[in-house]
């Protein structure tokens, strides 16, 4: 239980300075200071930087609910659906929101690093073509290139994270992010639903 704590107290210090700071600047010093543990100790936890950097991503990419129950909450509704998957998205990037910021920051080290950080987004789009695949099948939705509607179902809704995030510096509307999610995923389900 011991290096459990101390492995989890090292490894938030390791996101924080990360995420602040960047990879290069940060050192395995200052993860000890802010950690309150030797240096030893973060080397005998993680044996190196990069071993930090992974263990980061792998801690804070937690995958989509896909198989977890996700498919059975379907209805096969166009706004119904479109609307639990922008909620689910929206969710999913808050849970991750410090392993997404280190990416965009880290973005060059992770692939010198052999980081693969497209498993997931990649998992979303294949799982939303099938999707639209199965809408079409149904009648339910307008016939499209349903690869490029999962990209841009999911860009969208990414973009409303992106925006989250810039609330650090004051909001830019008073409008919820419950309210932005709803409207984006009327819009977007209206958009391509076949009129009856």
Avoid at 74 to 94: C, G, P, R, S
Avoid at 99 to 121: M, Q, T
């Amino acid at each position: 239980m011991e290096n459990v704590s101390t492995r989890e107290k090292i490894l938030a210090a390791a996101t924080a300075l990360i995420a602040d700071k960047g990879f290069k600047e940060t050192t395995t010093r200052d993860i000890a200071a802010a950690s309150s543990v030797s240096e030893m100790s973060v080397f005998r936890h993680f044996g190196s930087k990069k071993a930090i950097l992974l263990a980061i991503i792998q801690h804070y990419s937690f995958e989509y609910p896909i198989e977890n129950g996700l498919k059975e909450q379907l209805t096969w509704e166009v706004e119904h659906d479109i609307l639990l998957l922008a909620k689910m998205q929206y969710e999913f990037n808050l849970k991750n929101e410090k392993a997404i910021l280190i990416r965009f920051k880290e973005s060059r080290k992770l692939v010198e690093y052999g980081i693969d950080v497209k498993e997931n987004p990649t998992r979303l789009k294949n799982f939303l073509i099938e999707y639209f695949d199965e809408m079409c099948r149904r009648g339910k939705i307008i016939k499209e290139d349903n690869e490029k509607l999962a990209i841009h179902f999911m860009s969208f809704n990414f973009g409303l994270f992106c925006n989250k995030m810039m609330d650090v510096y004051g909001p830019i509307t008073s409008v919820s992010k419950e309210e932005e999610i709803y409207f984006g995923a009327q819009c977007f389900a209206r958009g391509i639903a076949l009129l009856s």
